[in-house]
């Protein structure tokens, strides 16, 4: 906790002290780089600290927990109050809550006092991930990128480890403000050599949507740093979504791969490409549409399962709220093909249940969950948004055309000026379908 306090009251005195007089004086400036560096590199070390460091530890110095009265009063802590199990289990409510230096989480009487360094160790991790980007901002200039590098690969000894391993009990807590630290840090473009590659790792990887929901928003806002920062990067993930030559070889037989994995590895892909577009702006990606439809064509083509078809429905969802309508009229042949494809599917699935049961396997009832999602979307949105839509819409809906086109431009009328709102409340909303 000691560190934690020194860290907080440097900080303090940064934030009171001018940036410019920070600047100008060279001296200054190099004795503060000196001390957040020991900071930094004391919270990193307390933060990266596996479960047998801590085992070892409490063994060697026969750490004690004394009782807790229930009516005693912990003045370092705040109002936070979260048990052991929440914290085990990554429990969002009591983590963000973490978001000043001294909020520090109130462990109940009765833990024990393995658990105890484990909150400490969140602690550390929280201070780091609201000081530290602060402290880069003021305190280093352009020119100084080598001392940059340098502190950011000691703090991000820390973070890797509390990323990969989100599924380790004692990881789990320190995952959100590792999250929280690297978003921080990825609006700094000098920043992006420390960072890049260990981020594509962890996003290509196969538990990268495993989190707790507060992160995703974490999560945007570095991703949309990295593909903002360097372009070249998107254009590689697309580069990925390639037709393998097994898929297209008709009535040939690779025994070196397997159809399953192929069609697993490119939902994998289609996924990840529906969220880097949903984090970016509107119509940043417009240039690229023609490359991407094209690899959502061959995915439908190539490797139609329900798996697959699911995540392209996402995609279209998502296209639709990230892109302009003019930017969009391309794309309608393909969504229309593929949501009566799904929604066909359905109705036989319906049909034959009416005469036996039915059973509909996960990857099925997922794919149709997104046809009618892309439906809800498409109706959601205003009629100037999506003014195509309104040809094809009578045929999904009961009633007439007439109906149906008088209920939208009655609803429409007080949202024509709400196109760039409506898009992004909705992109935000999209955000929570990644997540699981």
């Known amino acids: 906790h000691l560190v934690c306090m020194l860290t907080s009251i440097l ?13 100008t004086n060279k001296k200054q400036r190099r004795d503060l780089q000196e001390m957040i560096y020991k900071l930094c590199d004391s919270l990193s070390q307390y933060a990266d600290r596996t479960p047998q460091m801590i085992s070892q530890d409490l063994i060697t110095n026969k750490i004690e927990q004394p009782p807790i009265s229930p009516d005693t009063t912990d003045l370092k802590s705040t109002n936070i109050d979260i048990t052991t199990s ?41 201070v780091l991930s609201n000081v530290l980007s602060h402290f880069i901002d003021c305190v280093y200039n352009s020119s100084e990128k080598d001392r940059v590098s340098s502190l950011l690969k000691t703090v991000f000894k820390s973070v890797w480890p509390a990323i990969r391993n989100y599924s380790s009990v004692m990881n789990s807590g320190t995952y959100s403000h590792a999250v929280k630290l690297l978003a921080s840090l990825s609006e700094f473009q000098v920043t992006r050599k420390c960072w890049k590659d260990e981020v594509l790792e962890v996003f290509l990887g196969p538990v990268f949507f495993i989190m707790e929901k507060n992160c995703i928003f974490d999560w945007k806002v570095t991703i949309d740093n990295l593909m903002s920062q360097d372009k070249a990067v998107f254009s590689s993930l697309l580069s990925r979504l390639h037709v393998s030559s ?39 990606y417009s240039g690229l549409l023609s490359e991407i439809s094209e690899k959502l064509v061959d995915s439908s083509r190539w490797y139609s399962c329900p798996l697959v078809n699911a995540q392209i429905l996402l995609a279209m969802r998502v296209l639709l709220v990230r892109l302009s309508s003019n930017n969009l009229v391309s794309l309608w042949p393909t969504l229309l093909s593929e949501l009566s494809s799904a929604l066909c599917e359905l109705q036989s699935d319906l049909g034959l249940e009416l005469v036996t049961p039915l059973t509909v396997t996960k990857e099925k009832l997922n794919w149709y969950w997104c046809a009618c999602k892309l439906l809800g979307t498409a109706v959601s949105l205003p009629y100037h948004v999506i003014p195509h839509w309104q040809i094809v819409c009578w045929g999904y809906f009961g009633g007439s055309h007439g109906e149906v086109e008088r209920d939208i431009v009655e609803s429409d009328k007080d949202d024509e000026n709400d196109t760039t709102s409506c898009n992004t409340s909705l992109a ?8 699981r």
């Open 11 to 23: 900080h303090v005195f940064v934030c009171r002290v001018p940036i410019p007089d920070i600047q």
């Open 86 to 126: 929440e914290i085990k289990n990554g429990n969002q409510e009591g983590i963000e809550e973490l978001s000043n230096d001294f909020q520090i989480p109130n462990v109940k009487h009765g833990i024990q006092s393995h658990d105890c360094h484990v909150t400490s160790e969140i602690q550390a991790m929280a």
């Open 246 to 284: 097994s898929s297209t070889a008709a009535g040939m037989v690779n025994i070196f791969t397997s159809v399953d994995q192929d069609r697993l590895q490119r939902a994998h892909l289609l996924k990840r490409m529906c969220f880097v577009i949903l984090c970016g702006e509107y119509d940043q």
């Open 428 to 435: 935000d909303s999209m955000l929570g379908i990644f997540w």
